[in-house]
């Protein structure tokens, strides 16, 4: 294994304190067995290149999301300006605070949202062999 798969080290196994945004989704997790579960045709149309036909179709393939992955952030070992990443940030999306550092050639923008790769696949096509 490449050196940077080792930058992440797994969450506690205890439960960590939630933000109350995060509480619903802390909810939904407890009271579906530790599963996430996938959101609704309402949600989705919410995304902004998602109309209800195109809702309807994904929301029939998604599946329950496993909880912790929700509930126990990722710890970086190293600050994301050591590893030999590249990130891709959506339509209208800000560089989070803990990739400012992050040389501005790493970060690729997607005109779509967050589900991309199924409303843009060739601009998804376009920005992963931009990087390859």
Known sequence: MADDDNALERGSRTRPAVSPPAEAEAR???DNG?????PTVDDLVREPDLDH???????GRLVPHPGRTVLEPARMTRPHIALDARYVLQTGATVPEDLRLVPPERIRRIEAGHFSM???????ARVLLSVG
């Open 53 to 59: 036909a195109a809702a309807r179709e994904l929301h």
């Open 28 to 30: 939904q997790i407890e």
């Open 118 to 124: 199924l409303t843009a696949p060739d601009s998804v």
């Open 34 to 38: 530790g599963w996430w579960p996938p």
